[in-house]
């Protein structure tokens, strides 16, 4: 199932990789709907959502939130690309995580030495709308997102914002797999744990504390990382 999934998907990016590259969609122009989208390709939301990650993760569109998908200004001229490689999907998400543990700590020590009063409020949004997909039976990655966008953005330091707009839902591992399963236990479960990993991560922020900041994003990404790993052995 795993692999009639991908390749659907790369259909998808291939086909809208075409359309990019002859025009049809043009830079800055949006992107059909998801909607629209299921309905051309005949696949499901989950398929469509792993191709725009895709599409996104090479640099050639950009989702701007409540508004819609929008072609990148230079979408085959990007300096950075990161793909999805040619390993399985595991190994692929531990290497990302490897990758978000090289910044994400550093950007929580900075959001704590920096953070202002309203991207606090950001971050506590985020953290009860995770709590309310998380009752819904949804799967939270957009919320779960913007808690890390939020930190990013506590930074002050706009690169550390582009990056991670760049990188989006690339780098959510359970966008890709079933990391619930993985860990052995129930979704929601699964998600509250990563939840109140965020609030540990929170509070150190909100108490201006860099180093516990650090410690708390460190902890939460190794845990992500080590339970990929283990399910890699099994």
């Given at each position: 199932m795993r692999n009639r999934r991908d390749s659907l998907s790369q259909r998808i990016v291939e086909a809208v990789q075409d359309r990019i590259r002859d025009g049809s969609y043009g830079p800055g122009q949006k992107l059909p709907t998801e909607h629209e989208l299921i309905g051309e390709f005949g696949v499901s939301r989950t398929v469509i959502r792993e191709a725009i990650a895709n599409l996104r993760a090479n640099g050639l569109v950009t989702p701007r939130q409540g508004v819609g998908v929008f072609v990148t200004d230079q979408p085959f001229a990007q300096p950075f690309v990161l793909a999805a490689g040619n390993g399985d999907a595991v190994h692929e998400a531990v290497a990302v995580l490897e990758l978000r543990i090289a910044l994400e700590v550093?950007?929580?020590?900075?959001?704590?030495?920096?953070?202002?009063?309203?991207?606090?409020?950001?971050?506590?949004?985020?953290?009860?709308?995770m709590d309310e997909a998380i009752e819904a039976g949804d799967d939270a990655i957009e919320a779960d997102l913007a808690f890390h966008r939020a930190i990013a953005a506590a930074t002050e330091n706009y690169h550390f914002v582009n990056l991670f707009n760049y990188l989006g839902e690339f780098l959510m591992p359970r966008s890709r797999l079933n990391t619930s399963l993985i860990a052995h236990e129930s979704r929601k479960d699964y998600l509250r744990h990563i939840n109140d990993e965020h609030q540990r991560v929170f509070d150190a922020i909100a108490a201006g504390d860099s180093e516990a900041a650090r410690g708390a994003m460190r902890l939460h990404l190794m845990g992500s990382k080590e339970r990929l790993r283990a399910s890699a052995s099994e």
């Open positions: 550093e950007t929580a020590g900075l959001a704590a030495a920096r953070r202002t009063p309203e991207i606090l409020v950001t971050m506590r949004e985020a953290l009860k709308r």
